[in-house]
Every structure is written in C-alpha cells, then in structure tokens.
C-alpha cells in the first residue's frame, strides 16, 4: 500500500487507515467485524489452539452434492457443494483446508453454515487425498497445489456460468489461495471478487522450523502420524509408487518434507519446496481484494517481517495481526454468535462483494 495498513492489536478498536480519498472510500480497507478478544480462560496461545479442535460445536448442515474434478489425467479431487435455490445468483465460495484437514474439519463446516445464513454457494474442497479421497489418484498433496484450487474454481465458473466467486483457506489452504491469486495477478478469472485465508501458512521454512520447538512438539507427532499413516495407504493403492523405507528415521516435518514430499513431488529438497510452495513469493502479484488474519501468538505459523512488508505493499490487501487467536483458533466470548471470530470476520469481509 501507498500508507501500510495497520497491525491491530486485539485491544483497539478498528478504524479506517489513512489513505487518499478513493482508497479511503474502498470498502475492504475497513475491519467487517469487532476487534478480536479472547474467550475468557482461553488467552493463551495453546489454549486457544486446542480448545478450537475439541470444544463441542453443533454445525447442521443441509445435504451437500458430491463432486468430482478431474484435476490430471490421473488425478481427481472430491468437493461437497452446497447451492442457494437461485444459484447464478449468489456468490460461491470456495473454502480450502489445511494440513491433514478435509472438507469435513470442524472450521470449513463452521465457515459453511455462517457462508450458507449469508446467502451464499458453498464448496467444501478436499484438497487431492484427503477425506478419504487416496484412491482418486497416485499422487502425494502439498501446500504449493495452488493449481489445484485453480481448476476447480474454473470448472465451476465454466460449467455453472457462476456471476461470482471468492476463495477461503486455513492454513496450508490459506497459503494455497494466496497464492493461486499471485499467480493469477491481474489475469485472474473476472469472476473472482475476493480472497480470505485465517493462519496462513505463507512463509513454510520459517513455520516448519517453528513447528519443531519443544512446546510445539503435540503439534509435529500428530501431523507426522497421520502424514506418515496417509502415505502407507498411498503405499497400499500403489505398491510400486511409493518406498516405504523412506520413512525410517523421519522425526520432524522437514524431515519428511525433505524425503518425502520433495521426493515424489519434484522437489530437490525441502529449501527448494518450501521456497517455490511459498506464498511469499508471489503476494505482491495479488489484484483482488484480499483479506489476511493472523496472530502473533500463533505457535507454529511465522510470518517473515519482508513478507508482511510485502503485504502491507499491496493496496488489494488486507492484512490483520492479533496479539493473541493462536492457531486456526480465535475463540471469543459467544456474544450473539458462535464466538468463532475469524469465521465470521472472513465471511462479512466476502459478502461485501
């Protein structure tokens, strides 16, 4: 941006930034919701984290289409598609998860119903292997599939004639939708109206080494048990594919992104993955409205001060940093609504176009 947009604090009230007048006057340079603050007795950062994976949430949805995208030649993705009665005229969001979720994570449905009250499409992507969807092609998933996110919203539009869309990601689904718009820049379909992403994982050399600090050490055994236990099914479905003696002595994500995700995903190391799956790399080429929510509390995804300087250089985006929200999380006190803050917040901020 011409002036950065500010870093809010979860203790202040929003308000417009300085900008000139025509910039002043677009409506996605305004916070869509109240600042965020904490649920009483979940301040801290863990806290926070955890508590949005196993408190109880009641989300009921209506029944959804099945949907299959042919996204190689040997290569299917699975989406869950909810449509208003008068479809071609509504906005359609597509939502993407993170690493290990699926278009059945507690965060996409809650995102789903607040979508579906606000009038909108909605399709739940599982991102190529997930949800149970291993047997819809012999290759592995990483976080720099973008191109995957980008078939599917064009196979919509084509195949729905659909007026508008906008995208949301988690995590490894927000860095997949940030970065499918760099790449798109100005040459992006004219239907896309807006980008969100809740905890994106925009800088993953930085976040995988974080995820390997002692405290986050609950975090690293559970991505690596189920990434570990999805590539032995892979092994299952495709027996000459896959070398399952590549797995001995893997202990930490880079571990296993540096022998098995670089591996068979054309990567010559983990560095090189992490930088070209990066959606660092490409922000600046973002040319719609974008909305980015992170917290500086959050335990395993960091964000490098060169790409929030990035992202605070482009005028289409929106960048939000709480002090606290941990991971995926920023649980409020339920005043009115489910407390699920940055659902809510990402969802108001799409409906505005």
Not at 89 to 100: K, P, R, S
């Amino acid at each position: 941006m011409d002036e950065a947009p500010q870093v809010l604090p979860s203790d202040l009230t929003p308000r417009p930034l300085p900008a000139e007048a025509l910039r002043a006057s677009d409506p996605f340079l305004n916070v869509p919701s109240a600042p965020f603050r904490p649920r009483r007795g979940l301040r801290g950062p863990h806290r926070q984290t955890l508590a949005s994976q196993f408190l109880l949430r009641r989300i009921h949805l209506p029944a959804a289409e099945k949907r299959l995208f042919q996204i190689e030649r040997e290569v299917q993705v699975l989406c869950r598609c909810h449509w208003q009665k008068e479809r071609r005229q509504a906005l359609t969001l597509i939502i993407v998860h993170g690493l290990e979720g699926s278009s059945e994570s507690q965060y996409v449905l809650g995102s789903t119903a607040k979508a579906l009250a606000a009038g909108m499409n909605v399709v739940r992507m599982n991102m190529r292997n997930c949800g149970g969807t291993e047997a819809l092609g012999p290759t592995l998933y990483h976080s720099g599939l973008s191109g995957d996110v980008g078939v599917v919203a064009r196979a919509l539009l084509a195949e729905e004639d659909l007026p508008r869309v906008a995208l949301l990601g988690f995590s490894m689904g927000g860095n997949l939708v940030l970065k499918l718009a760099g790449e798109w820049g100005r040459e992006a379909p004219r239907q896309l109206r807006a980008v969100g992403a809740v905890s994106p994982s925009v800088d993953l050399a930085p976040s995988a080494a974080a995820l390997h600090h002692p405290q986050n050490w609950v975090y690293e055994q559970y991505f690596l048990w189920n990434l570990r236990r999805r590539l032995r099914r892979k092994a299952r479905l495709y027996p000459n594919r896959y070398e399952m003696q590549r797995l001995r002595r893997v202990w930490t994500l880079r571990q296993f992104d540096d022998r098995i995700t670089a591996h068979y995903c054309g990567f010559a190391g983990a560095d090189d993955y992490y930088a070209r799956a990066s959606a660092a790399g490409v922000i600046q080429g973002i040319a719609v409205p974008a909305l980015l929510i992170h917290s500086s509390d959050d335990p395993f995804i960091h964000i490098l001060p060169e790409t929030k300087a990035k992202l605070q250089a482009n005028s289409r985006v929106r960048y939000i940093e709480t002090e606290r929200g941990g991971h995926c999380a920023f649980l409020a006190d339920p005043d009115g609504y489910d407390g699920r803050w940055a659902e809510r917040t990402a969802i108001e901020f799409v409906a505005r176009f």
